[in-house]
């Protein structure tokens, strides 16, 4: 997996192409938590992201509560098909902002 990261003030994009897994989910929230406290906003894009496992929700859900505790948000951008129908089942669709 490859992250870009664009910081803009208190605003984060990450950018992830390849797969969001058990092997790769710790990178990406390396990446998050080295920026965590500067930022209110996060925006990450799956457009590239082929795939997304429990690992790599539970980074997702974690940094978004870190977040919302923080009055900041985060949203979701160009997620799968087949992502986005997890995301429905679990009800999470309603907890991201999807874009």
Same mark, same amino acid.
């Given at each position: 997996?490859?992250?870009?990261?664009? *910081?803009?003030?208190?605003?984060?994009?990450?950018?992830?192409?390849?797969?969001?897994?058990?092997?790769?989910?710790? =990178?990406?929230?390396?990446?998050?938590?080295?920026?965590?406290?500067?930022?209110?906003?996060?925006?990450?894009?799956? =457009?590239?992201?082929?795939?997304?496992?429990?690992?790599?929700?539970?980074?997702?859900?974690?940094?978004?509560?870190?977040? =919302?505790?923080?009055?900041?948000?985060?949203? *979701?951008?160009?997620?799968?098909?087949?992502?986005?129908?997890?995301?429905?089942?679990?009800? *999470?669709?309603?907890?991201?902002?999807?874009?």
């Amino acid at each position: 997996m490859e992250l870009r990261t664009v *910081l803009n003030d208190a605003e984060m994009t990450i950018a992830l192409s390849g797969e969001l897994n058990t092997l790769t989910s710790p =990178k990406l929230a390396e990446e998050i938590a080295a920026h965590i406290e500067k930022i209110n906003s996060l925006i990450m894009d799956f =457009k590239e992201c082929d795939y997304v496992s429990s690992a790599g929700i539970r980074v997702l859900l974690s940094t978004f509560k870190v977040l =919302k505790k923080k009055q900041g948000n985060m949203q *979701l951008l160009n997620i799968g098909e087949n992502f986005r129908e997890v995301l429905d089942a679990t009800g *999470l669709d309603a907890v991201f902002g999807l874009i």
